[in-house]
């Protein structure tokens, strides 16, 4: 049997799913199974799967449910007693599952074990570091304000601790992997591998592209997490709120220009500058995004793209 199970959601994942996969087999930990969860595919996501020869590598097939299911789904067809989950078109560096898996082992009080997350294109390329945070032990009020484990294809975790907890909300379509770390962290610890182990993948036309759906289920998220949240920390909402809107803004000026994601900038700024008490500490920051919302408004793409070809992207600092 075996110890990992690591499960890969994946729709019309043919252009990165290999890759993917590849970086799985290539882990220093080879103790594992991989089970794709084919969530109604309409392109040769499976036909590529079934093109990688190794007998670790079990598909299910289902109608499209969504990404939340489709993790829960495989769960319910795993065995490790270890869980680790990856998108269908993120990777990991070769010593992601065995680090993790020593922290965990190291820390037996300890349910789930993350690392950092570095930025890349389409093309694999770097674009920029994560938050590459290392908080350990009691993390709920941390992870109340900010996601910092910052996707959903970082955490190892203990097989009966996500099971205690139901696993991802298949109401929400983004920000289920928050959702579903801050029930962990509120009923477990949780250990830093301080690392960038994850490579996450910023791709046009996926889900959270799409800023104003993706500002609404964080704000559901973030309704639903402090319903649940003890009256000592309900004053931390505008913190979370604040970070969610900083997060917004980084996110959305660091894709492709329109004037209508120049203006989503602006309202970002606006309500992170209405939740933000310490909005003098980030004002730099907020202003030079302000200031490239104006050239996603007023400039043409091309033009707008030559002028800031030697910029690097904006990354989100606390």
């Known amino acids: ?6 499960i ?3 729709y019309n994942a043919e252009k ?4 993917t996969i ?4 290539n882990q220093s930990f080879s103790d594992w199974e991989l089970i794709v969860v084919n969530d109604g595919s309409q392109d040769r996501t499976v036909e590529v799967v079934d093109q990688i020869k190794d007998p670790r590598i079990k598909v299910f097939s289902y109608p499209n449910t969504g990404v939340s299911a489709s993790r829960n789904r495989g769960f319910d067809k795993s065995v490790g007693e270890f869980i680790s989950f990856l998108d269908a078109d993120d990777l990991w560096t070769p010593d992601k599952l065995e ?3 020593n922290a965990l082992c190291s820390h037996p009080e300890v349910a789930v074990a993350y690392s950092w997350t570095d930025y890349i294109d389409e093309s694999g390329h770097f674009l920029f570091p994560g938050q590459h945070a290392t908080l350990n032990g009691k993390i709920y009020s941390q992870i109340l304000v900010k996601f910092f484990l910052e996707n959903g294809s970082n955490m190892l975790v203990r097989r009966e601790a996500f099971l205690k907890v139901g696993g991802f909300k298949e109401a929400l379509f983004m920000g289920e ?3 579903c770390c801050i029930s962990l962290a509120k009923e477990y610890e949780f250990v830093a591998v301080p690392r960038p182990q994850i490579l996450y993948r910023q791709s046009t036309g996926t889900a959270s592209d799409n800023v104003y759906k993706y500002e609404q289920e964080c704000l559901k998220v973030i309704e639903s997490i402090f319903s649940d949240a003890p009256a000592s920390l309900q004053h931390l909402k505008k913190h979370s709120l604040a970070h969610n809107y900083k997060y917004l803004a980084c996110k959305t000026i660091n894709s ?24 003098k500490s980030n004002f730099k920051l907020m202003f030079t995004i302000f200031v490239k919302s104006l050239g996603f408004i007023f400039l043409p793409p091309a033009i707008y793209q030559n002028l800031l070809g ?9």
């Open 1 to 6: 049997m075996p110890l990992i199970s690591v």
């Open 8 to 10: 890969i959601p994946a």
């Open 16 to 19: 990165t799913i290999q890759e």
């Open 22 to 25: 590849e970086s799985v087999i």
């Open 99 to 101: 680090s993790q898996l």
């Open 177 to 179: 992997d928050w959702e």
């Open 256 to 279: 492709q220009p329109t004037p209508k994601k120049g203006l989503a900038v602006m309202k970002f700024i606006l309500l992170y500058a209405l939740n933000d008490p310490y909005l």
């Open 310 to 318: 030697s910029v690097k992207s904006i990354k989100l600092k606390d």
